[in-house]
């Protein structure tokens, strides 16, 4: 699948990010599984980096490879942030931009940013407040909640360093006085960080029994680096701490984002991209262990585009969410493509 002509090859490399490389992507295509099936993608970005620029657009033409993708939930991605004025109000310039250039809710096609989770510094602790405001002002009633990484990890070099956050943040108390701020606006958390660090999730989320939670990318797997000669270990660490998590009902999961470097499938290094059938067979594991410990209520598939545009194509990424929810009813079919993250974002 090319990308559009205003948009260049990704050159990133760094932390997390793979590069795209249209030529390779079209090596592969697939028949449409189940075309008419409703789909909003909860979880996707806007960049405009150096090398890398996917807008509003580029993901258009995504979304627009076969499946009924009807709408989308964007996540903060340090995009057009406010270039003067203090710098704890400059990330709700992505809010503004990410509303500037998607259609209004209501139009024909597909319904981009139906829910916005932008970024705000919950390291201000109460003060976060006026900026958690800004963001629901700037967002014409899109706005739906903070996404604040929290990665850590003793490998450093999993980290992005764009991103890197201090060990043991999620426990900090002035993080928590921000992290209050959005249960009191009634508004969402996603959390992005590694699987070693979900015994913290765990403990924030007891002590905010009413804020929804929204882990990102089936619980930050990693098995590179440190990890990867322990990967045994560390799948049964996960599994543990996501079963612990799923027994608190307001804790959701995002079924996605497993084409990230630190994921180590290697899906890149193939000299053909990898079909729907190789990445479902790859991904049961984690995936179904999620559908098992929170039910399909509670989980969401999300594309995760453009970072995971490195290892597969749209297309083939929802064929293989399909695969892997083959054996689903249509209720909750319903509610892993489109249901669980109307609800969870509130997007009508």
């Given at each position: 699948?090319?990308?559009?002509?205003?948009?260049?090859?990704?050159?990133?490399?760094?932390?997390?990010?793979?590069?795209?490389?249209?030529?390779?992507?079209?090596?592969?295509?697939?028949?449409?599984?189940?075309?008419?099936?409703?789909?909003?993608?909860?979880?996707?970005?806007?960049?405009?980096?150096?090398?890398w620029r996917y807008l509003n657009a580029d993901y258009?033409?995504?979304?627009?490879?076969?499946?009924?993708?009807?709408?989308?939930?964007?996540?903060?991605?340090?995009?057009?942030?406010?270039?003067?004025?203090?710098?704890?109000?400059?990330?709700?310039?992505?809010?503004?931009?990410?509303?500037?250039?998607?259609?209004?809710?209501?139009?024909?096609?597909?319904?981009?940013?139906?829910?916005?989770?932008?970024?705000?510094?919950?390291?201000?602790?109460?003060?976060?407040?006026?900026?958690?405001?800004?963001?629901?002002?700037?967002?014409?009633?899109?706005?739906?909640?903070?996404?604040?990484?929290?990665?850590?990890?003793?490998?450093?070099?999993?980290?992005?360093?764009?991103?890197?956050?201090?060990?043991?943040?999620?426990?900090?108390?002035?993080?928590?006085?921000?992290?209050?701020?959005?249960?009191?606006?009634?508004?969402?958390?996603?959390?992005?960080?590694?699987?070693?660090?979900?015994?913290?999730?765990?403990?924030?989320?007891?002590?905010?029994?009413?804020?929804?939670?929204?882990?990102?990318?089936?619980?930050?797997?990693?098995?590179?680096?440190?990890?990867?000669?322990?990967?045994?270990?560390?799948?049964?660490?996960?599994?543990?701490?996501?079963?612990?998590?799923?027994?608190?009902?307001?804790?959701?999961?995002?079924?996605?984002?497993?084409?990230m470097r630190i994921n180590g499938f290697e899906f890149?290094?193939?000299?053909?991209?990898?079909?729907?059938?190789?990445?479902?067979?790859?991904?049961?594991?984690?995936?179904?262990?999620?559908?098992?410990?929170?039910?399909?209520e509670r989980c969401m598939f999300e594309s995760n585009?453009?970072?995971?545009?490195?290892?597969?194509?749209?297309?083939?990424?929802?064929?293989?969410?399909?695969?892997?929810?083959?054996?689903?009813?249509?209720?909750?079919?319903?509610?892993?493509?489109?249901?669980?993250?109307?609800?969870?974002?509130?997007?009508?």
């Amino acid at each position: 699948m090319a990308l559009s002509s205003n948009e260049p090859r990704s050159t990133a490399t760094t932390g997390n990010y793979l590069p795209v490389r249209p030529d390779w992507l079209a090596l592969h295509r697939e028949e449409i599984l189940e075309p008419d099936l409703p789909i909003i993608d909860a979880h996707h970005h806007f960049y405009d980096r150096a090398g890398w620029r996917y807008l509003n657009a580029d993901y258009v033409a995504d979304a627009a490879s076969g499946h009924n993708v009807r709408g989308s939930v964007y996540m903060q991605a340090l995009t057009r942030y406010r270039a003067e004025g203090p710098d704890a109000l400059k990330p709700v310039g992505e809010t503004e931009f990410v509303v500037a250039t998607t259609p209004p809710l209501g139009g024909d096609g597909v319904q981009v940013a139906m829910g916005i989770v932008g970024h705000a510094d919950l390291r201000l602790g109460a003060a976060v407040r006026a900026v958690l405001e800004a963001h629901v002002e700037a967002g014409r009633s899109r706005f739906r909640g903070v996404r604040h990484l929290t990665t850590w990890d003793a490998d450093a070099s999993l980290v992005n360093p764009l991103t890197a956050a201090p060990r043991g943040l999620l426990l900090d108390g002035k993080y928590r006085a921000g992290v209050a701020q959005l249960d009191a606006l009634g508004l969402s958390y996603d959390a992005w960080l590694l699987s070693p660090q979900l015994p913290e999730l765990l403990d924030l989320a007891r002590a905010f029994p009413n804020l929804p939670i929204v882990i990102n990318h089936c619980g930050g797997i990693v098995r590179i680096g440190a990890h990867a000669r322990r990967r045994g270990e560390g799948f049964d660490a996960w599994s543990t701490s996501m079963h612990a998590l799923a027994r608190l009902p307001n804790v959701f999961v995002k079924l996605g984002g497993l084409g990230m470097r630190i994921n180590g499938f290697e899906f890149e290094a193939q000299p053909t991209p990898p079909t729907s059938i190789q990445l479902a067979r790859s991904w049961a594991p984690w995936m179904h262990t999620c559908l098992e410990a929170f039910g399909a209520e509670r989980c969401m598939f999300e594309s995760n585009f453009p970072v995971d545009k490195g290892s597969y194509s749209h297309a083939v990424c929802w064929n293989a969410f399909k695969r892997l929810a083959s054996g689903a009813t249509a209720h909750e079919k319903q509610a892993l493509f489109e249901g669980t993250a109307r609800r969870v974002y509130r997007l009508g």
